[in-house]
């Protein structure tokens, strides 16, 4: 089946608010303005040669406010599709023509995105995704459990192993770095790598089980690649990025490098300079969603709905959509909705982070039901028994949930670590 529309578009979806505007008139002056800059002065045979690279203005719905809401509350979805030929097949591009200078025109968020066929086939996306993932640890049957290192500054690399060990012990499946650990005389990324995989090897005897550490990829831009073989080379076999700090393209080098054959988790640090507002900036779904997808994060974190740092559950449902989703009319602009056409990226792990603690698990496992990646930091070390114990508590709880036993009768049969998590931070159901 083709979805080819000729020419090809790829399409924003833009968020407008103003108690006066003709939206039509704004959804036109983008169009022409973020492509070929002015159209009614051209002289006619200019025209017929700019025509290819004209934006068309593919949907404007106006929301009037309603009785008591303010004036301020009027608003329009302005939809814009723009020809691809006006941009090379990466996202530096694609974003500085959908969201460049428009990002600082007044209140106007960018709030979706759809792609070209030819646009998005330019990008592998996730090379492990979920299955890959899954394959890797050679678990199938359950959500997975990681945990991230606390405290990790200034310490030398014998707390680190130590503190890697009793996280190992405790049956997660995945150990990441804080974001905050960068390259560093202390704790240098080959040999924190070298001692935190002789930590898994070592907890793997005990717990038969298989780990992947993500150790934190950083330095300056053009030495990633360097950075991240090394990094392999000393055994690590799947690493974090701060995404937002680097961009988006650098990503998207990494994920398709050959030699960078390990799964890549994506932090959202400094994300919350970018979603949170409804009037600025891009949606929660398109940055850490459908831009991490593309550019080939296997695992994506950001803040769930219910832990420390708050995401409208509205929006972390349309996260974990945009990373899950293999309906191709998500993703392609024209795919009909109905044609059972694939999404042609592999699906990224949701990991809703921040603030979680075993008490939360039943919402969610309810939320994000079995594919979903359970991250803690604080609720694994700070569990009153210890990290192992915290990790314990954690694989009772989704064991439990699992089971469809409510956690406390779960945690009273027999679980005393997830009793212990249960009465320091209780239960939210
Ligand atoms: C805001 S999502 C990123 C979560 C993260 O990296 C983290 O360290 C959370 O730690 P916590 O102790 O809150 O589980």
Known sequence: MSLAISPAYCVATYRCYDEKADFHKKATGIAVGLTVGSWTELPEARKAEMEKHLGRVVGVDVHEPSAGEPASARYADIRIAYPDMNFSRDIPALLVTVFGKLSMDGRIKLIDLAFSESFLSAFPGPRFGIEGVRNLLGVHDRPLLMSIFKSVIGHDLPALREQFYQQALGGVDLIKDDEILFENPLTPIEKRVELCMQAAAEAERETGQKLLYAANLTGPTFGLVEQAKKAINAGANALLFNVL????????????????????????????????????????????GKLMRLAGADLVLFPSPYGSVVMPKEENMAIKEALLTTEAADYIYGAPASSHGQVPLAASFPVPSAGIHPGLVPLILRDFGGQVVVNAGGGVHGHPMGAAAGGRAFRQAIDGRQAGVPLREYAADGHPELQEAIDAWGIKE
């Open 245 to 288: 700090a680097y961009g988006f393209d650098a990503l998207s080098e990494l994920s398709r490098h050959p030699d960078i054959n390990v799964p890549l988790m994506a932090h959202p640090s400094l994300a919350g300079a970018l979603y949170p507002s409804p009037y600025h900036g891009i949606a929660a779904n398109v940055l850490l």
